[in-house]
């Protein structure tokens, strides 16, 4: 049965995922090494069944933007090789201590990170995706379960089936990876409350929005990306141009570029001009606001314009009377991702920085910059809108959970309660030095 | 309409609970202790609506355990203002800069910590819990939409009618805290995935379980508390004993009481009747395996005895073979909650540290630590067994999310991109000192 075969399939991942987060840093790091090499000797089968991905997307008339996602050429290649290395060259995420407190004497408490245990990652029809989150789910020790779209299945299966081989040859063996076969549906993954403690998905944004409203899993990610820029009363005019650019053309397409321009009222009539020629000179299509369709030629607003997520060479510029406006209309139509203020006034940034509600909050600056890589990350993991957990851009840190370490010597909670208890010293120790748990590793 | 009040409302406490987490801990702090004192002026409102709802729960004769949740005496009230006075006392949650880091000059990132937003918290029968959580979201500035069980629906009532009068009075207002009327059904609650960033679930396990179950919202929270002690081969038995009693019979309701003791073959026949006669002694009902059965007087195990969480003085008692034994049985019955070892080896209890997959890992003392106040954590939100967010006992840091604040003088990301790419600098900075946001507080 196959429903059977899925459920041994995963209970042999756990058990091999607890024996990745056991094992040394230098045994992750060699297989991440042996992973890029692996890819280079069995290129030519992974590079033959993109191809047939590729001839079968193409004959089924799939979208343009679709087929070029799918595409894992060398170049791709050299970019999962090289991101292979970065991951390797990361700090060990496993086994640091983020608190410690002696109770009381010989009663030491340690919260230590640890792998959250198994990651389910579904994509769409990206295969250098699939590469890069394993690197990751390696790195921090996690299990992995995958689950690709059927468009790149023969991809997938390549590049797993390279990976496994790699898995092999190390200490670690091939388990803690598993590749759903295209036939089991996303719902029964989504399903897998037992199996799976966070969902990864990659992909549209109405397929996050999918798997985000059909499972009880936590799901790392985000769906729309409707960010803002505000130009208040005092910004500096040349800066505000080459943000609002920068935030809408640098990569249209991202969720981290700009929908809607909200400009004050005070500045319309001077900066208007300017904006709107700098963005129609790169070919952006402009939705003016009543106000900003008398001062510069555009599309006029039609009701809707602001909740859409345009991912294209288009942009709503909207006058707002003043910051509590703009703060208003970020509040109503904006996604909780990017937002950003162009000002010079401290007190209207820090109330801007303040107020909006959204993972990253800019000023004077582009909105572009919200990106795991920019930040100094390291590695991205995705971008979550999610409030708990991780927010904005994530690195290795959200891939991982802790556990609460405590060491005594026989000591009992009734000595510490009623009448004649021993009170608790909860002395603050720092965090440096080995955790209770290092040493002897695989 | 009932569904557009509450949607009105919540707006209200969306916008009000913004407010909240702008204000200076001065002002926060302050309402607390009104509240404080508030509770005390209305003390006879309550008292007498408290009357009313236990004269009721008996009429309908509620299970004594229930009605004893129920009460809200001078005992109660002493206890849950000593905690507004404890809380009050604590750090200041919000705006702490949690990295820094300098991307190139004059472009500084801060990741600082804000409200997660709006908390909702459903709970069956215990009032005293209402007045705790309200602080704990007051002073970690989140709104907080309350529902309460029919049965303290007076008791309740009374409570947030004193508390919004002290709010009142406050630059904070009443709106960051609303309680749903007994007549709108919790199922409504489950299904505000707009409205509720985080739900935490206060009541009996079934209850917990039936909301983790039936949300798509992220859950606080725990169900079930299976934890197990493992006694091993080179335990101090001295030790042993004396954990072993505490962790049953210190509070045999609470959840990380123990449910089943596993003994290491090689002690057991020397270990069994010290700790056997020491729980009998305290009342305990032992249900043995075989070879226990074969040592000591006791119930002998049947099927499935290893599943149930007694929260009574009952313990099962299994002798392994061996570690490995030990922690296939954690990781087959264990509801990842609270588990312990005894023994003095210390790559034993590294082992068992590191493979057992719970929110508490203990060594060499009771399970009745896993406590937030016995951590040192100040303010207890409730105990976790999720891997994401939040594990193991949660102190304030569980109402908290973050934001990043990046503030720059024009940077645009074209000029870090392409061919003649600005590198970045990602400069670590320390995290003392006032963030971004900091200055100008309501």
Not at 50 to 76: P, S, T, W
Not at 390 to 403: C, D, F, H, I, N
Request: with cysteine; glycine share 8%; proline share 2%.
């Amino acid at each position: 049965m196959d429903g059977k075969r899925i459920q041994d399939d995963i209970q042999r991942l756990k058990t091999s995922s607890i024996k990745v987060s056991g094992s040394s840093e230098m045994v992750r790091n060699a297989l991440l090494r042996s992973i890029s090499e692996g890819l280079t000797k069995d290129w030519s089968l992974i590079a033959s069944a993109n191809q047939e991905d590729l001839a079968q997307a193409k004959a089924g008339h799939l979208r343009e933007a679709l087929i070029k996602r799918l595409v894992f050429d060398e170049d791709k290649l050299a970019s999962v090789q090289m991101g292979l290395e970065q991951v390797a060259r990361l700090d060990d995420p496993i086994g640091e201590v983020l608190e410690r407190r002696l109770l009381d004497q010989n009663l030491l408490l340690e919260r230590v990170s640890f792998p959250i245990g198994v990651i389910g990652m579904i994509f769409e029809a990206r295969p250098d995706a699939l590469v890069q989150i394993v690197s990751l789910c390696l790195k921090s020790g996690n299990g992995i379960i995958l689950k690709g779209g059927k468009e790149a299945f023969r991809t997938n299966t390549a590049l797993v089936a390279s990976i496994k081989k790699s898995a092999q040859s190390s200490p670690l063996g091939e388990h803690w990876l598993t590749l759903l076969e295209s036939h089991s549906d996303v719902s029964s993954m989504l399903k897998m409350d037992d199996a799976i403690d966070l969902l990864i998905p990659r992909g549209s944004n109405a397929f996050v929005r999918y798997v985000m409203d059909n499972t009880h899993i936590a799901v790392l990610g985000h769906a729309d990306g409707i960010c803002h820029m505000y130009v208040d009363e005092r910004a500096d005019l040349q800066k505000a141009v080459a943000c609002a650019v920068d935030s809408k053309i640098q990569y249209p397409a991202a969720c981290n570029a700009i929908e809607t321009l909200l400009v004050n009222r005070s500045i319309a009539t001077q900066f208007l001009p300017l904006v709107a020629s700098a963005l129609q000179e790169k070919g952006v299509i402009i939705h003016g606001d009543e106000a900003t369709s008398s001062l510069v030629p555009c599309t006029p607003y039609k009701e809707g314009d602001y909740a859409i997520e345009y991912l294209a060479l288009e942009l709503n510029i909207r006058v707002v009377e003043d910051l509590d406006q703009a703060l208003e209309h970020i509040s109503l139509y904006g996604s909780k991702h990017t937002d950003a203020i162009i000002s010079e006034d401290k007190a209207s940034i820090r109330c801007f920085m303040r107020e909006v509600d959204s993972a990253d909050v800019f000023a004077n600056c582009s909105t572009r910059f919200a990106d795991g890589f920019r930040f100094g990350l390291g590695a991205e993991v995705g971008i979550s809108t999610a409030k708990i957990h991780a927010r904005g851009p994530v690195g290795l840190s959200g891939l991982m959970s802790s556990k609460w370490l405590l060491s005594g010597d026989g000591q009992t909670v009734s000595a510490y309660s009623g009448t004649g208890a021993k009170p608790f010293l909860h002395t603050e120790l720092g965090c440096e030095g080995s955790s209770l748990v290092e040493g002897e590793l695989v």
